[in-house]
């Protein structure tokens, strides 16, 4: 991405459109359904079918940072759109997807990643979407943009006193259980939602995505309350899955050396820090299921020295709670349990990931790592040599499904346990600060 083409800079709506009218599109703006029908005459006068929308899905907002956040939204139509967005609902400013001089063009997913934001403020936005259309290089069919409701959010920072999340995990696809966890998350408000990978079991088409994940409910469900995505194995196999990143979209690394770890951030929400890492594939890098596309070993590798340089930021030194998110578990108590490293079946849990991270996560006091991966929720306490907790989350149907909670103040982080199916309680457990 461009940045001086992406947030306020460079983009003006007047210009937008004269540059269009200048390239004589203006001309073949898309016919509404209503004056289609006008225009032919042998119809009665009926009530005109509602044109389908060109946003198949409400905003997604994720990656909320202290200056930036992204929003992405699925299409029912190839579009171009962007961001509209500012500190009162009247907006004024813009953001859109630039790359290499271009604007977006999609047929499933868009996005664009708002910059230059103060911690702890309160923004509003909505999208623009306009369907667009190539005949040829000259000639190409474009509508008048079509808006989303205005939204609002808040950039993270030390200031809040309390802060909760919320994780839900293994949903497979299975939008039943996704409606019925949101249904919850409606109820207990968390501030942000991590959805801990096996979002869906694979991703050949964008279809699954733009139905699991971007319009599951029909509903404005992540508009407003972040989705905060840790990647599972099964998010990263089918022919689409490369563009997932459309639909989740990536965070950005001021270091270099980190650009490309865009399924990795650590950020602080007042008494919170929260780090989400990627324990890639199920196999090792060698199993023959791969066909030699798995390169999970330098990218643990990697996700090792950010982990170390994160967990030194100062702002997430100095938190009362650290609490890490990735998909595969850390620890098995289960001295038998597949560690991920052999040909044989998959990993019941990742053992080349204990080994490079659970250090770190010990040595920096992480006092929680939330997991997944298992289908069966499980507990284990922290001990002297491991100093972090690992709560692992439930399976997709929904009568295996769990809701996993938290609430975070100076003083103690609550985390509870519940089955989705009937709110019937799993545990609850309090954690005391770090000594910082
Ligand atoms: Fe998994």
Avoid at 187 to 196: D, T
Avoid at 302 to 310: F, I, V
Avoid at 378 to 399: F, M
Wanted: charged share 20%; with cysteine; hydrophobic share 35%.
């Amino acid at each position: 991405m461009n940045p001086s083409s992406n947030g306020s800079q460079g983009f003006d709506r007047r210009s937008f459109f004269g540059s269009l009218a200048a390239a004589g599109l203006t001309g073949s703006v898309l016919a509404s359904g209503a004056d289609a029908l006008a225009q032919d005459g042998a119809k009665p006068a009926e009530k005109p079918a509602q044109p389908e929308k060109i946003a198949a899905s409400f905003p997604l907002l994720q990656n909320v940072t202290e200056t930036s956040a992204s929003i992405a939204w699925s299409l029912n139509r190839p579009a171009t759109g962007w961001v509209e967005w500012g500190t009162t609902p009247d907006l004024g400013k813009f953001a859109r997807n630039s790359e290499f001089g271009l604007n977006p063009y999609e047929v499933d997913f868009l996005n664009a990643r708002i910059e230059g934001l103060a911690p702890n403020t309160k923004y509003y936005y909505r999208t623009a979407t306009c369907s667009f259309d190539y005949v040829n290089a000259y000639n190409k069919t474009v509508s008048a943009p079509e808006y989303s409701d205005v939204y609002s959010f808040e950039t993270v920072g030390p200031a809040p006193e309390k802060v909760s999340f919320g994780v839900m995990n293994d949903t497979h696809n299975t939008v039943p259980t996704i409606c019925k966890l949101i249904e919850r998350f409606d109820e207990l408000k968390p501030n942000f939602i991590v959805w801990n990978g096996d979002v869906c079991s694979d991703y050949m088409t964008s279809e699954v995505a733009k139905k699991s994940i971007a319009n599951p409910n029909g509903k404005p469900y992540a508009a407003e309350r972040p989705l905060v995505f840790a990647a599972g194995n099964h998010d990263r196999r089918g022919k689409w899955v490369r563009d997932l990143k459309k639909c989740f979209t990536t965070w950005k690394h001021d270091d270099p050396r980190f650009a490309e770890l865009g399924c990795n951030y650590a950020f602080r929400q007042g008494p919170l820090a929260a780090v989400i890492l990627d324990t890639g594939e199920d196999k090792p890098d060698w199993h023959p299921a791969w066909s030699s596309m798995a390169n999970y070993e330098p990218y643990r590798e990697l996700q090792a020295a950010w982990l170390e340089s994160a967990l030194s930021r100062p702002e997430i030194a100095s938190a009362p709670f650290i609490v890490a998110f990735c998909h595969i578990p850390l620890y098995d108590a289960n001295p038998k349990a597949n560690p991920g490293n052999i040909l044989d079946k998959w990993a019941s849990y990742q053992w080349t990931c204990q080994k490079l991270w659970g250090p770190i996560l010990h040595r920096h006091g992480v006092q929680l790592l939330v997991a997944a991966h298992q289908h069966r929720f499980s507990y284990a306490e922290p001990t002297a040599e491991r100093g972090w907790a690992q709560i692992v989350g439930g399976g997709p149907e929904l009568k295996g499904a769990t809701c996993i909670h938290a609430t975070v103040t100076k003083d103690e982080l609550k985390l509870s346990a519940e089955m989705v199916a009937d709110k019937k309680a799993l545990g609850s457990w309090t954690f005391k600060p770090r000594k910082v």
